[in-house]
């Protein structure tokens, strides 16, 4: 029986190849572009295109990839066979430009076309020259630099710059710009360079940058404020930034400040860069400013406040290259016909600084804007404070920027007054050459009111084993965290609390910066005031646990001896101490002048207040005054003893 079969030709499998890859573009905002990939092998292809991290884009499964260019972004196309093969093409690039693109040719094919040309320009020997021109181009336009006909090497990007700029760098530049389809060359720049008949000036250097940051905000007789919280910690941040060694305090009394004060001075020396700032209740009498302390009764006596212009003075005394005072306090006057104490001037020494919130007889404005609250003088200087600026300027810039501010549109104006002889900056750099030995006098004191507790580990009974960190929100606000780090063989449910015989009060604002700076531990506590501490001090660690078998809770406990931590080492409170021993000695008087009435009794009627909220509906809430009694400063202040 004869049969028949068939014979069965095998399937060629090619490889699969892509034989055109996409190109790379350059092209303006909103331009319609469409990428192309080609690819040959076996059967039915399949493509997907994807943009940066490999995101897929929707809908784009074709060989062709038609887009409106946004934003520059990368993009590669991965093509697949049946058969489960799968090629990438490269990966390219759409640059995209937001500029005129007026000239751009209606059938534009992608020829290069020039947007930008270089400029001409006059640069100064040893200054930095900068060359730039830009074109779009389809594919992306390559870049060549020549100057005066000769062709620059290494010179292929759409920018040149010669970091320090010579006579031989001065001539006629221009740049070739081509790709597949056309050169196109741009309009030539001639670039001068000036040879000055003088050496530059040296740059502008401190010996030493050092910050006082002090916020009084919870008084004991007088309205209370809120933004000295936020200010202080975001000032002293920025100030860091820019290298101060900062001490920043909040709540002093006046004994505190007066002990701070001194302390600060001492860091200060001939070079050094000095700062102080200042939030909370102030006033003005006579042209002098006076800072109200947390301790000062209603109505305030002679010596409860103290005197700014003592502390620049103080400053000044230190021969510091710059001397630098901010205050974020009202200005208003009370009791001018009151003839204040001599305050003996220094010579013309200059380079003084004083940032007023507000003008004379003034009030300064703090903004609550959801859970934040802060000054307004102390917002727009936050804003510019970093900038490589002469500090006059930057004061200019905060001054500008409060003007606009309609919550306080006629009732505050930032006001200047300065010395300035030099165009000196916050940011300038500290060179310590020839100084070392000042500095490392100053670096011991400086780190004695910022040196945190080490991290401990406790190891309890029960096996279970806490960690307690510290961290500093100001150089008298210390956190201390308490975390689980490894449980019992018999322990469940473990919490450790913290506490101290003596908790600190509470606020809202300042355990919002806690959550900032905690990394999820079991405890969080806050000590405050540390300049108060005249002992060490210890903090209690309760471990609760369930134990396994009983299911019974049980707790055991640790002390840990913390030393006397950040500003609290410094021993502030020896001020105070020695204040109250004087205050004994003139008790006798006190006893007669008790029975005398006040020289200056302040007015019948409504009081003027200190500072007052202005709110985000532009709304200013009326609050009570607290006038103060003339102040006299028969005490004479000596911040250098």
């Known amino acids: 029986m004869n049969g028949s079969h068939r014979n069965r030709c095998p399937i060629m499998i090619r490889d699969l ?10 092209v303006p905002v909103n331009y319609a572009v469409t990428l192309r990939v080609r690819a040959e092998g076996t059967g039915v292809l399949h493509y997907q295109w994807f943009t940066d991290d490999l995101k897929e884009v929707t809908g784009a499964t074709g060989a ?66 900068t060359l730039g021109c830009t074109a779009f181009g389809i594919p992306t336009p390559h870049y060549q630099w020549y100057r005066n006909g000769q062709l ?23 740049c070739s710009i081509a790709n597949v389809l056309e050169e196109r060359w741009t309009e030539p720049a001639d670039v001068k360079i000036d040879q000055p008949d003088t050496l530059p ?15 009084n905000l919870n008084y004991s007789h007088h309205p209370h404020l809120m933004a000295p919280i936020m200010d202080v910690h975001e000032l002293a941040n920025l100030l860091q930034q820019l290298g101060f060694r900062v001490v920043s305090l909040l709540d002093l009394s006046r004994e505190e400040m007066l002990a701070a004060i001194e302390k600060f001075v001492q860091l200060l020396d001939r070079g050094v860069y000095g700062l102080f700032y200042y939030a909370g209740h102030g ?45 974020d306090t009202c200005r208003k006057w009370y009791n001018q016909d009151c003839i204040p104490s001599w305050i003996m001037p220094l010579g013309p020494i200059g380079n003084t600084v004083y940032g007023y919130a507000t003008c004379e007889d003034a009030e300064a404005f703090e903004v609550q804007d959801g859970g934040k609250s802060t ?80 991290r401990k580990r406790l190891m309890f009974l029960c096996g279970v084993e806490v960690e307690v960190s510290f961290s500093a929100l100001y150089s008298n606000v210390l956190v201390a965290f308490a975390t689980v780090k490894t449980t019992g063989p018999r322990t469940q449910d473990c919490t450790a609390m913290e506490d101290i015989f003596s908790g600190p009060g509470r606020s809202d604002e300042m355990d919002s910066l806690l959550l900032q700076n905690s990394e999820n ?45 950040l500003v609290a080492s410094c021993k502030l409170y020896r001020r105070n101490q020695a204040a109250k021993k ?34 985000c509906t532009a709304k200013v809430a009326a609050a009570g005054g607290n006038e103060p009694e003339e102040n006299d400063e028969n005490e004479v202040q000596d911040f250098n003893s």
């Open 201 to 215: 000036p040296a740059a502008l250097t401190a010996t030493d940058k050092v910050a006082l940051l002090i916020g």
């Open 521 to 565: 531990p079991d405890c969080t506590l806050r000590l405050c005031g540390l300049q108060k501490l005249t002992d060490d001090l210890v903090i209690k660690v309760e471990l609760h646990y369930t134990h396994v078998d009983s299911k019974l809770r049980r707790m055991e406990s640790q002390q840990v001896d913390i030393g006397e931590p």
């Open 375 to 454: 000054g307004i003088f102390t917002k727009y200087l936050n804003a510019h404070i970093l900038q490589s600026k002469k500090v006059t300027h930057v004061l200019e810039k905060v001054s500008e920027d409060l003007a606009r501010d309609p919550l306080v549109t006629g009732k505050q104006v930032v006001e200047i007054k300065h010395t300035m002889k030099e165009p000196r900056s916050l940011a300038d750099p500290v060179r310590t050459t020839g100084h070392t030995r000042e500095l490392h006098l100053r670096d011991v004191c400086w780190r004695q009111a910022n040196e945190l507790p080490r």
């Open 152 to 174: 620059l090497l290494n010179k292929t990007s759409d920018t040149v710059q010669i970091d320090c700029a010579a006579a031989e760098h001065a001539g006629s530049y221009l």
């Open 582 to 615: 004087r205050e004994g000695s003139a008790r006798s008087m006190d006893k007669i002048s008790n029975h005398q009435p006040l020289r200056h009794q302040p007015p019948a009627g409504p009081r003027r207040p200190f500072t007052r909220k202005a709110e």
């Open 17 to 26: 190849v892509i034989v055109r890859h996409p190109v790379s573009m350059c």
């Open 64 to 129: 062709d990839l038609a887009i409106k260019a946004k934003k520059t972004q990368l993009f590669v196309c991965r093509v697949n066979d049946q058969f489960s093969k799968c090629v990438f093409s490269d990966w390219v690039k759409v640059k995209v430009l937001d500029m005129d693109k007026s000239g751009l040719p209606a059938h534009w094919l992608g020829e290069p076309h020039i947007a930008v040309n270089p400029k001409p320009q006059t640069v100064r020997k040893g200054e930095t020259l």
């Open 283 to 327: 006033y003005e009498h006579a042209g002098r400013n006076y800072l109200v302390a947390v301790d000062a009764p209603q109505p305030y006596q002679p010596g409860n406040c103290i005197c700014v212009q003592r502390i620049m003075l103080s400053m000044q005394k230190k021969h510091t290259a710059l001397s630098v005072v901010l205050l």
